[in-house]
């Protein structure tokens, strides 16, 4: 497909970067693609960002078909524009498509799609330390019909959001709470996906934790409801006795971008890292025994995000004195330092613009 550019006549002033909040002020354009059963994806535009015209039937609004994913674009000191492992985000969302039935995309061209519209709206890029220009790819049902079926037609688009930190804590500890009332996925569900409703299906856990002072949900397993599985928009790492340990992949964990990074960047420095089925139970013992010493989360949203207080069914887990852990710090340092240009990226993870 050929991509038809519309630019706007009235360009937005920028944001002050000093103040930038996260997912609130958005580009001067944005990427749309329209898919219909039969023709296959066709008129990919770049035009002004604005509303769209929808119906109330279209079903996107009744039955949740939708997917979405969440990447960044960040500016290095000498000015260049680099992404960080795009591809696998490309890839993840065609998982999601495939599990809620929604057509595949290609993802070279979305990859196309997505340089031109970052290159028109370059100078939306910040440069202010630790701020970044977030981008939300998204898909959606837009059908009009109320029958309980896949779509026969779908939006495909992109929008671009200057942002600061993700959470307000920063590089800080967060305290986070272990949900023992709701759940958020089993296996067999959406909970490996970007799927929309498990989002929603997350609310009710997150709101719970904010008005109890947490900053966010650390989720257990559906079934047996004592195994460690993500936080609402975080996988988690545990450093026990000098191993740096993750829940495994089973089904209803997000497999992350940034997850698989750091996997990679512990292997490569010999550090022991394991995935695994990890119990709250065991985390109490480690606790009590003094070898929880480190926790983390990790993500494209927040980067890495070091935890520095749990609490389960009204038992604080303070670790590491509730301070940011060695390698807690290192990860971020190198994560971001390659996201930026500033490290030297040996995986071939950067991709310039």
Same mark, same amino acid.
């Given at each position: 497909?050929?991509?038809?550019?519309?630019?706007?006549?009235?360009?937005?002033?920028?944001?002050?970067?000093?103040?930038?909040?996260?997912?609130?002020?958005?580009?001067?354009?944005?990427?749309?693609?329209?898919?219909?059963?039969?023709?296959?994806?066709?008129?990919?535009?770049?035009?002004?960002?604005?509303?769209?015209?929808?119906?109330?039937?279209?079903?996107?609004?009744?039955?949740?078909?939708?997917?979405?994913?969440?990447?960044?674009? +960040?500016?290095?000191?000498?000015?260049?524009?680099?992404?960080?492992?795009?591809?696998? %985000?490309?890839?993840?969302? %065609?998982?999601?498509?495939?599990?809620?039935?929604?057509?595949?995309?290609?993802?070279?061209?979305?990859?196309?799609?997505?340089?031109?519209?970052?290159?028109?709206?370059?100078?939306?890029?910040?440069?202010?330390?630790? /701020?970044?220009?977030?981008?939300?790819?998204?898909?959606?049902?837009?059908?009009?019909?109320?029958?309980?079926?896949?779509?026969?037609?779908?939006?495909?688009?992109?929008?671009?959001?200057?942002?600061?930190?993700?959470?307000?804590?920063?590089?800080?500890?967060?305290?986070?709470?272990?949900?023992?009332?709701?759940?958020?996925?089993?296996?067999?569900?959406?909970?490996? /996906?970007?799927?929309?409703? %498990?989002?929603?299906?997350?609310?009710?856990?997150?709101?719970?934790?904010?008005?109890?002072?947490?900053?966010?949900?650390?989720?257990?397993?559906?079934?047996?409801?004592?195994?460690?599985?993500?936080?609402?928009?975080? %996988?988690?790492?545990?450093?026990?006795?000098?191993?740096?340990?993750?829940?495994?992949?089973?089904?209803?964990?997000?497999?992350?971008?940034?997850?698989?990074?750091?996997?990679?960047?512990?292997?490569?420095?010999?550090?022991?890292?394991?995935?695994?089925?990890?119990?709250?139970?065991?985390?109490?013992?480690?606790?009590?025994?003094?070898?929880?010493?480190?926790?983390?989360?990790?993500?494209?949203?927040?980067?890495?995000?070091?935890?520095?207080?749990?609490? +389960?069914?009204?038992?604080?887990?303070?670790?590491?004195?509730?301070?940011?852990?060695?390698?807690?710090?290192?990860?971020?340092?190198?994560?971001?330092?390659?996201?930026?240009?500033?490290?030297?990226?040996?995986?071939?993870?950067?991709?310039?613009?």
């Amino acid at each position: 497909m050929d991509i038809n550019i519309q630019l706007t006549k009235n360009p937005k002033p920028k944001p002050d970067p000093e103040t930038l909040l996260f997912g609130k002020q958005f580009t001067d354009h944005m990427f749309i693609a329209e898919y219909k059963e039969g023709k296959g994806w066709y008129k990919a535009d770049i035009l002004p960002y604005g509303p769209l015209a929808l119906e109330p039937s279209v079903m996107v609004l009744h039955y949740a078909q939708s997917v979405f994913e969440g990447m960044k674009c +960040y500016r290095s000191d000498c000015g260049k524009l680099l992404l960080f492992r795009p591809e696998m %985000n490309f890839k993840r969302l %065609n998982r999601s498509d495939e599990r809620l039935c929604i057509p595949h995309i290609d993802e070279d061209f979305a990859l196309k799609a997505l340089e031109t519209l970052i290159k028109i709206d370059r100078e939306w890029v910040p440069s202010l330390s630790g /701020t970044s220009l977030y981008i939300r790819p998204f898909v959606f049902a837009s059908e009009n019909a109320l029958g309980v079926h896949p779509s026969n037609s779908y939006i495909f688009m992109i929008i671009l959001s200057p942002v600061g930190a993700y959470y307000k804590e920063g590089l800080n500890p967060v305290r986070i709470v272990i949900e023992d009332e709701y759940v958020r996925s089993v296996r067999g569900s959406i909970g490996y /996906t970007k799927g929309s409703a %498990n989002y929603a299906i997350s609310l009710k856990g997150q709101e719970k934790a904010e008005k109890n002072g947490f900053t966010q949900v650390l989720w257990l397993d559906a079934v047996e409801r004592k195994y460690i599985e993500e936080v609402g928009t975080m %996988n988690v790492f545990f450093k026990i006795s000098g191993e740096l340990i993750t829940p495994m992949l089973s089904g209803s964990i997000l497999p992350g971008v940034t997850r698989d990074s750091v996997i990679q960047l512990v292997k490569h420095k010999g550090i022991p890292v394991s995935e695994r089925r990890i119990s709250v139970e065991e985390l109490l013992d480690a606790q009590a025994k003094g070898t929880l010493e480190e926790a983390f989360g990790s993500g494209t949203a927040a980067v890495i995000s070091p935890i520095g207080k749990m609490m +389960y069914e009204g038992t604080d887990m303070v670790i590491g004195g509730g301070k940011t852990g060695e390698i807690t710090a290192k990860l971020y340092d190198t994560l971001t330092g390659i996201q930026f240009g500033k490290t030297d990226d040996i995986f071939g993870w950067t991709e310039k613009i």
